[in-house]
């Protein structure tokens, strides 16, 4: 029995489904993590019929379905009394023609038998379902091995390693993936044929490869992600063949654990036209790429004369904004010196403490606005730009001067210079 309960939206579309003398499965991740008492993040269910009849079947019990895939027969049913109805995506049992391009299948065939959709999936332990006993209870289709592996936390392919991974590529990186999230070894078939396949990542699209990057790089343990993309031969068909090079003290969980910052880390050594065309090549949002760029953007050593005060930890928020705190944690990581990490350390907790101060580091936060310069004397046009920037300044140096009245008189005597 599965250490989890099993929503009870799930097990009444199961009874629908029996009642109308068919099937219903949970199966793949659901069952794998209810099995390893994790919340699964969503259901996906395996049936006997044919979408068309799942959507039949479905209506007629009174349920909203959205025909969300009908070419592979799946179909999307919000299933409770409660709103929102929890959507569970029917997929009909099915078998899969030839992989022709690395990815997709080129036919699919409904069969209505659940022992097909299980012999086509990547991993055992995603190749369990859960069925309905005649007596009522819960139990388990294991057809490959998927408990012991879940036991012995072995991740392995179904049937031929080989193989599932020329049907799909992407299956290279979800097997990292998964090894790293649920802290499991790759059983060594299975390595070893990822190694073999590498180059088929080639074929996936870059939005797909920078899904799992990302994904593994702000999961659980991002330094063994890294460490087996590089050990297996994955890393060149991700960067392009760029060489990922961390110090051996530099450990990027101990990073901000968001995307662009542990991005940043293993392009840290790369020359930045290099760094850029990988980015680019990975085809992220505008807003993570120049968060990549940013982190990127001064990676010379601290310069020693620079001060280490808050008045300097101001102008780096002033200059790389929400990224400024986060620069400079990335700046110690990679410092060649512990003197440089020292210093760095310093000033991203100075910084941390200007931000949670609130400390003004932009002309929006100034006390004075261009209207009151203007009533103040100064003449409408690049003027009132050039005053705010030099008032700016000077809170940048001193935030107690930001008040109306110290403005108005560094104004008055900017006036008479």
Known sequence: MPPTPIPTAVRTLMELFAKNGER??????????????????????????????????CRAAGYAVVPTGLKHGTVTVLVGEEKPRMPIECTTCRTEGGYSDGRHPDAVSFTGRIEDDLSRRDFTVNAMALDT?????????????GQTDLEEKILRCVGDPDTRFGEDALRLLRAIRFAVR???????????????????????????VASELKQILTGRNPDRGVALLMDSGLMPYILADIPVVLPADTRIADLPADYPTRLAAILWRTETETAHAALVSLKPSGEESHAVMTLLDDRAPLNSAAPIDMATARRLRHQYGALAHTRQILRAAFATTAADRTAEERLAQLIEASS????????????LGGRD?????????????????RLLDAVLDDPAQNTPEALSELVRKFQVE
């Open 24 to 57: 219903a499965y949970p199966v793949g991740g659901c069952v794998r993590d209810t099995l390893m008492g994790l919340p699964p993040h969503d259901w996906d269910v395996a049936v006997t019929t044919a979408p068309e009849r799942t959507m039949e079947i």
């Open 133 to 145: 006993a005649p007596d009522g209870t819960l139990c388990i289709l294991d057809l490959f091995g």
């Open 182 to 208: 649920l802290d499991f070894e790759i059983a060594p078939a299975t390595y070893a044929a990822i190694r073999r396949g590498a180059a088929g990542l080639a074929r996936i699209s870059r939005e797909r």
């Open 356 to 367: 949670a101060a609130r400390e003004p580091v932009t002309a929006a936060e100034l006390a």
């Open 373 to 389: 310069l203007i009533a103040l004397g100064v003449p409408a046009g690049p003027t009132v730009g050039k005053t705010m920037a």
